[in-house]
């Protein structure tokens, strides 16, 4: 069955500390990996996916099908980053969401 | 992207009772669901809307419990039957666009809690 995983209810950061949001997956086949980002007081929002393989906001993801993992990465946290992050699996025209990560950036 | 509206975005019900909630986007749509997020925790997919059929329902939901429409593209409904306390939560409807790179899209939600 599938399952996204991510295993950290809260990580609080300073800002300018290196942030990275853990996510595991488990799917019989070959999912397409999201990142999507709650702002306080604002709706879900897409931050990237595995295969644009890009940068947003200083973010990045990689996609590691070895370990089943797609680990959110961002070298210097800014305040402005503090929100709800979720790591979303998508196959077979469903996705699918992990707990989700609250990430505080302390000043 | 796209403006995906929902109703109400809030309301405060007695147990016993049904709500309706309504989600119309402004685009075309290829996909739409709706979501529940029960404070504190993820986002459980309820049922996958099918335009003029009946609605794909996910383990542990039921339609006599979670009646949805969808009569065109854009336009669904959800309705919760019979609520109790169990049922307060954050009710999402999401789509993805047609001609889009095939991501979710996420209306504000509806904050349903049931006394």
């Known amino acids: 069955a599938q399952r996204v995983t991510q295993p950290e209810k809260l990580l609080s950061v300073f800002k300018g500390a290196p942030v990275e949001l853990k996510c595991n997956y488990s799917y019989s086949g070959s999912p397409e990996l999201f990142w999507y980002v709650q702002y306080s007081r604002q709706r879900l929002q897409l931050l990237l996916r595995h295969i644009s393989r890009e940068s947003i906001k200083g973010f990045t993801a990689d996609l590691n099908k070895g370990e089943t993992s797609f680990h959110l990465k961002k070298p210097f946290a800014q305040e402005e980053d503090s929100a709800m992050y979720y790591c979303a699996l998508s196959g077979r025209n469903k996705f699918y969401f992990g707990s989700g990560t609250k990430l505080n950036v302390k000043p | 992207s796209a403006v995906i509206s929902q109703k109400p975005s809030r309301d405060i019900c007695q147990r016993g009772t049904s709500l309706t909630i309504q989600c119309q986007v402004d685009?075309?749509?290829?996909?739409m669901f709706w979501y529940r997020q029960q404070p504190g925790q993820s986002l459980t997919l309820i049922a996958t809307?099918?335009?003029?059929?009946?609605?794909?329902?996910e383990s542990g939901f039921v339609i006599d419990k979670f009646p949805i429409s969808r009569p065109n593209l854009t336009f669904s409904t959800l309705t919760v039957s019979n609520m109790s306390p169990e049922d307060s939560s954050i009710y999402l409807c999401s789509v993805v666009l047609a001609g889009g790179g095939g991501e979710l899209f996420f209306g504000e939600g509806s904050r349903l809690t049931v006394l």
């Open positions: 685009s075309q749509v290829t996909m």
């Open positions: 809307a099918n335009q003029g059929s009946e609605a794909t329902y």
